[in-house]
């Protein structure tokens, strides 16, 4: 085996949330009965009509897909009203953002971001060769842009604002978010992550598209994971200007996008009707799960995503997390003292809701 970099061979691999198969093997539990509310992923499957684009694309497995994704640029770019220039695919959006981060990062150089946050950006500074600044939320669990922008300094390569935040389910301000970028010096990636701004329902939520059409330095990251229910087939993408994605494709893996996700986003488009039914499934979900925790008295942040982020009772998040899959409902252990539940199914919330009151009852943690 070649000798890992020092950094890397001190990384902890990224945990990804249990997969139901490890929770029946570990527990004996029926797989029926086990729910994942760890990964915030749809509780729902594809959109109509995705399932059979995707397996009408399985008959030219054969051929390479288009690598520059036409068809599905051409519809995106009009549903955001942006030119197909300003946008650029990747194998999910943790691609894209571990590819911009190596392009612009290195040796001597830092990356900036708040914590916690999406931990995909401690892993793409530490292979770029950039060190990390992570900067604490601040008291109400969401992004401190002062202390953020006080810690960029000419070394500073790359900055990830998490809008709305993970794990958090916090939003930032959209004219602070502008004022931001405004103070950021030129050489420095802005880099906005709107992974879950199709759960936000806080009317003053706005997106910083405009922004990264408008300026060198910023990019928008979405993707087809969340609302869209496609995280088994990695679409993501980002927002910038065409000067500026032309120069990050350089570092991409050619033909990063498969024929079947390509064809399975395009046909998740064009249905805003379905994004908003389940927008708002996601929120009535989120206010039972909210309204569990309140009157179990846990401390949670006002989320504005489809996950809470809790204060489990007692300190040990792992501890309290493993007791809720002995129970067969995976949820994430966070920060000392915090836990992760995403928005389930009404099936799933219940179950979680049962799952907490057992835990609760002997007293875990
Ligand atoms: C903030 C954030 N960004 C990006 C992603 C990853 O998205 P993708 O599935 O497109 O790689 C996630 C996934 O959980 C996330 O929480």
């Given amino acids: 085996?070649?000798?890992?970099?020092?950094?890397?061979?001190a990384l902890a691999p990224y945990e990804v949330g249990?997969?139901?198969?490890?929770?029946?093997?570990?527990?004996?539990v029926d797989p029926a009965d086990v729910v994942r509310l760890t990964a915030n992923e749809s509780p729902e499957g594809p959109f109509p009509g995705v399932i059979d684009a995707a397996v009408d694309a399985l008959a030219l497995s054969n051929r390479y897909p288009d690598n520059d994704s036409l068809e599905l640029t051409g519809a995106l770019a009009a549903e955001l009203g942006i030119?197909?220039?300003?946008?650029?695919?990747?194998?999910?959006s943790v691609s894209l953002l571990a590819e911009m981060t190596a392009a612009v990062g290195g040796p001597g150089t830092n990356v900036v971001y708040a914590w916690p946050s999406?931990?995909?950006y401690r892993f793409a500074a530490i292979w770029a060769g950039s060190t990390v600044r992570e900067i604490p939320l601040d008291a109400g669990h969401a992004h401190d842009l002062e202390a953020m922008g006080e810690s960029i300094?000419?070394?500073?390569?790359?900055?990830?604002v998490c809008n709305p935040n993970n794990p958090t389910g916090t939003i930032t301000d959209a004219d602070m978010i502008e004022d931001f970028i405004n103070s950021v010096p030129a050489g420095v990636l802005v880099v906005v992550d709107e992974a879950y701004h199709d759960f936000v329902s806080n009317p003053s939520y706005r997106t910083a598209i405009p922004l990264a059409v408008d300026l060198p330095n910023v990019v928008v990251l979405r993707t087809f994971s969340k609302i869209y229910a496609l995280a088994a087939h990695r679409v993501g993408y980002a927002v910038g200007r065409s000067e500026t994605l032309t120069d990050l494709r350089k570092i991409q893996t050619?033909?990063?996008v498969s024929r079947v996700a390509q064809a399975a986003a395009l046909a998740s488009l064009g249905q805003p009707d379905e994004v908003a039914r389940r927008a708002a499934r996601n929120a009535a979900g989120r206010r039972y799960l909210s309204a569990a925790l309140d009157e179990r008295g846990l401390g949670q942040v006002a989320s504005e995503t489809n996950f809470i982020y809790f204060a489990t009772p007692g300190d040990d998040s792992r501890r309290v997390s493993d007791e809720f899959t002995r129970l067969g409902v995976i949820i994430r252990p966070m920060s000392r003292g915090w836990v992760r539940v995403s928005v389930g199914s009404e099936i799933d919330n219940k179950r979680f809701v049962d799952a907490l009151d057992r835990v609760l009852e002997t007293g875990s943690g």
């Fill in 254 to 256: 050619p033909l990063t």
């Fill in 18 to 28: 249990r997969p139901i198969e490890e929770v029946v093997r570990e527990h004996g």
């Fill in 83 to 92: 030119a197909r220039s300003n946008l650029m695919m990747g194998n999910g």
């Fill in 118 to 120: 999406f931990v995909m």
């Fill in 153 to 160: 300094d000419e070394t500073t390569r790359v900055v990830f």
């Fill in 1 to 9: 085996m070649p000798i890992l970099r020092p950094e890397i061979a």
